[in-house]
Nanobody, 116 residues
Framework: QVPLVESGGGLVQPGGSLRLSCAAS????????MGWYRQAPGKERELVAS???????IIADSVKGRFTISRDYGKKTVYLQMDSLKPEDTAVYYC??????????WGQGTQVTVSS
């Protein structure tokens, strides 16, 4: 079973919105941190946002005020609501889940393209 299943990417015009979802249905142990990273062509993968089991959030400065991360603990799902999208947000977005023993799981990635 695939540990993490992502959905919600696509093509959107500048100023538009997308919502990414990541379900950790294939992970049978408790998760601590869940989050989203992104990687644009020719750039390193970077943290976009993360949320811990206690609800503490980290949001990258580049998306602060535009992106919101949330989590459904019962469904083991993390969401990334992306508003006011800009062309520079274009990237492959990866979900990551981390256990309390710091074992990390990565999703397969979902493409987000912001273009007119």
């Amino acid at each position: 079973q695939v540990p993490l299943v992502e959905s919600g990417g696509g093509l959107v015009q500048p100023g538009g919105s997308l919502r990414l979802s990541c379900a950790a249905s294939g992970i049978m142990i408790r998760l601590n941190v869940m989050g989203w990273y992104r990687q644009a062509p020719g750039k390193e993968r970077e943290l976009v946002a993360s949320i811990t089991s206690s609800g503490s959030r980290i949001i990258a400065d580049s998306v602060k005020g535009r992106f919101t991360i949330s989590r459904d603990y019962g469904k083991k799902t993390v969401y990334l609501q992306m508003d006011s999208l800009k062309p520079e947000d274009t990237a492959v977005y990866y979900c990551k889940a981390e256990t309390y023993s710091a074992t990390g799981y990565w999703g397969q990635g979902t493409q987000v393209t912001v273009s007119s």
